[in-house]
């Protein structure tokens, strides 16, 4: 049992309730740490995939849900499974068997004490690759002073400098000073730092921060003050992902009510603009997504293979446990 979740006000959310008696805040998550997927995920930013793949854990629940999320299935409807800390040193040990360049914990934000202890587990048994951190950047600084000494590279969302989009999507006016703060807490503690791939081909990221901002359709006078912060605040200190990939998301009966915007893949005149907005700040660092026109990439978290063959390979899932191979052994073990 963790102390934090006695009276949970681990995220701005501060829901109050005891989640070690099992009561559920907004997240949707008692005290159990709960996964729906890990596996190698190649389709991360190039520093983050590096040559072997990132070695992604989703975690069940969320404190933020958006309304047009992709992994609704376990951000909203509670798709996973409860580990305790052995299993998920396991999982993290397992991927770094697999090849994984880092061991990437998205969506854990309403879950930090339990993380940080089975992160730590995982340390302790002799996972020596990289911690990344992948959250929508909701956070506390205080709470995730407690993952000091783990993590050492921050995946980090900006989704939105605009308070009303933010109160009308996400249910959290607040968003954008909370977003804000944390992600100049998650820079304050990371410099930028690369390393080379576990095969020597490529370089990826060891530490430093990486924000990731999702352009919406018919938004882009969002996406310019998202920029115009980064580029004032954060430029040299980190690298900016813009993303290009938003597609409506037919399964998420949530997504059918949006009226914030208009919910469509992005045009060709916006990829554009957007292009011309990057020239226009002066960001020359970071990554550019290419436009992406199907809905053929989005997951299915109830299979064991959620995403195309191509974009990922799975180690464990919710329903089956770990993929064949069995659970590692500590590092440490002569029979590895």
């Given amino acids: 049992m963790e102390r934090e979740y006695e009276s949970c006000a681990i995220c701005p959310r501060a829901c109050g309730v005891n989640r070690n008696a099992g009561e559920r805040g907004l997240c949707g998550e008692t005290a159990e740490l709960r996964l729906s997927w890990a596996g190698l995920h190649y389709g991360e930013e190039p520093p983050i995939t590096g040559a072997g793949g990132s070695g992604t ?23 996973g499974a409860a580990v305790d800390d052995d299993t998920f040193a396991d999982i993290c040990l397992r991927l770094e068997r697999a090849g994984a360049e880092n061991v990437n914990v998205v969506t854990g934000s309403h879950a930090i004490p339990a993380l940080a202890r089975g992160l730590d587990r995982a340390r302790s048994r002799g996972l020596s690759v ?60 990371a410099p930028l730092e690369y390393a080379r791939s576990r095969d020597g081909s490529a370089e990826v990221l060891s530490s430093g921060v990486i924000v990731r901002h999702l352009a919406l359709p018919g938004r882009l ?16 200190t980190a690298i900016l992902s813009l993303m290009t990939q938003y597609t409506p998301v037919e399964a998420n009966p949530r997504a059918r009510a949006l009226d914030e915007f208009q919910n469509r893949p992005l045009d060709e005149a916006e990829y554009d603009s957007l292009r011309a907005l990057l020239e226009e700040l002066g960001i020359d660092a970071g990554f550019y ?10 997951p299915d ?3 064991a293979q959620p995403f195309s063959s191509a974009l990922a390979k799975p180690v464990w899932h919710w329903k089956g446990g770990f993929a064949a191979g069995g659970a590692p052994q500590d590092s440490r073990s002569p029979t590895r």
Wanted: charged letters at 25%; aromatic letters at 10%; one cysteine or more.
């Fill in 130 to 189: 990289p911690i990344l951190w992948n959250s929508s950047a909701y956070e506390n600084p205080e709470a995730l002073e407690l993952l000091d000494g783990l993590v050492t590279a921050w995946l980090p969302d900006l989704k939105t400098l605009n308070p009303e989009l933010s109160e009308s999507v996400f249910d959290a006016r607040d968003y954008p000073s909370v977003a804000k703060r944390a992600i100049r807490h998650m820079a304050s503690r």
């Fill in 301 to 303: 978290f109830g299979r």
């Fill in 57 to 79: 854990i989703f975690v069940t629940g969320c404190n933020l849900r958006c309304k047009f999320c992709q992994n609704f299935q376990i951000s909203h409807d509670g798709m």
């Fill in 289 to 298: 997504q290419e436009l992406v026109s199907d809905s053929e990439w989005l």
């Fill in 221 to 236: 006078g969002d996406t310019r003050l998202a920029l115009e912060w980064f580029a004032e605040r954060l430029a040299g």
